[in-house]
């Protein structure tokens, strides 16, 4: 299986995708949440400038976020400094609108800004819309500005079968987050299969799928479930109940799916940020250091059900036969988000996987 890495944009971003390249790893992401991290396209113009093969992703971005045409600007302007070595993410935003206090788009919304954007970087003139006016609008300033020559490749945010047929229906890879069931993935594989049916699909066959997930080895009579390995997985459990504890009050479906420790997890993350499931300011409580390490006083959040479910914890060679399982399921790459130590645990990634 193939592997990459996710970070979040910061100075010095670039240094990490030059390591990245030099390791092997074949993508290299950046994480696109403006009120919670730094921009990623410009994040990626470094790493574009400082490297010459690895594939540089943005993860992810949505119509939430950015009008069709300037996310295109973007995209079209990192192709011209890394040719064809650039991936899309496009999701419903939905940790970025929640960054807000907003909820994220809709899946429609969502496929009607994918398909503007995978016309304007191919160079096409697309309708676009604004409210009631409706006008043709393509790139004017191509050539050396922008690069509508070498191919983009997007991929799709999906947990559920809804996002997984809108990569169906445009032709694009997925990628989900912590989602580690193989049986999940041959849901969504197969929705996207059904979806590609339709006489209008753009499906390619060669779509890639991507889990983003966290890695810890576990060193000789290591606790699985230990300060070390809480630490480098926690910052996707803390999002998992920073999700829960936000969602409670209009999305209980989700937080009625957790057992009874992690929604005791759930009530005990609320009153440690002192705010409360349906406070209108939780979003400004739930997520400073989104995806970032851990507090110590937070490690007895990371519960071991989580921590099982998210991430890949485990010896050399439980780690192999788990990543074998996903390849069956039919996921082409692994990425993981480091953030103890990102050049040894990029490292420990590469040489896992060799």
């Known amino acids: 299986m193939r592997a990459g890495v996710v970070v979040t944009a910061q100075p010095g971003v670039e240094d990490l995708a030059v390591q990245a390249e030099e390791l092997g790893l074949h993508s290299f992401w950046v994480n696109d949440t ?7 396209f410009v994040a990626l113009s470094l790493c574009a400038k400082a490297t010459s093969r690895i594939r540089l992703g943005i993860g992810v971005t949505s119509p939430a976020l950015r009008s069709a045409p300037a996310a295109a600007g973007g995209l079209t ?21 929640r ?31 604004e409210g009631d006016r409706v006008l043709d609008v393509r790139f004017l300033h191509a050539g050396g500005q922008v690069n509508t020559a070498d191919p983009i490749e997007f991929v799709v945010a999906a947990l559920g079968p ?19 069931d193989p049986a999940a993935w041959h849901a969504l594989h197969d929705a996207r299969r059904d979806a590609a049916r339709d006489p209008d699909s753009r499906m ?35 999002s998992l109940l920073a999700y829960a504890a936000d969602t409670a009050a209009d999305t209980p479906s989700f ?4 057992g009874p420790a992690e929604r005791e997890a759930v009530r005990r993350l609320l009153d440690r940020r002192r705010t409360g499931a349906t406070a209108p300011d939780r979003h400004t409580k739930l997520y ?51 953030v103890i130590d990102p050049p040894a645990e990029m490292a420990r990634l590469a040489e896992l996987l060799t």
């Open 34 to 40: 403006p009120m919670v991290h730094g921009d990623a």
């Open 77 to 97: 302007s990192l192709n011209a400094l890394a040719p064809g070595r650039i991936i899309c993410g496009v999701g419903t935003g939905n940790t970025a609108r």
């Open 99 to 129: 960054t807000l206090g907003m909820r994220p788009t809709t899946a429609g919304a969502m496929e009607t800004f994918t398909a503007a954007l995978q016309g304007l970087c191919a160079g096409r003139t697309i309708e676009y819309r």
């Open 162 to 180: 809804k996002a997984a047929a809108v990569a169906g229906r445009r032709g694009t890879g997925l990628i989900s987050f912590g989602l580690l």
């Open 204 to 238: 390619d066959p060669r779509a890639d799928s991507y889990v983003v997930t966290a890695l810890h080895i576990l060193d000789e009579d290591e606790d699985p479930h230990g300060d070390a390995a809480r630490d480098a997985t926690g910052h996707l459990v803390m």
């Open 255 to 258: 937080a009625d799916q957790l």
């Open 288 to 338: 400073p250091n989104y995806l970032g390490r851990i507090a110590p006083q937070d490690r007895d959040l990371i519960l071991p059900s989580l921590m099982n479910t998210l991430a890949l914890v485990g010896t050399r060679d439980d780690l192999r036969a788990r990543i074998t399982t996903l390849q069956q399921a039919g996921i082409d790459e692994l990425l993981i988000q480091p």
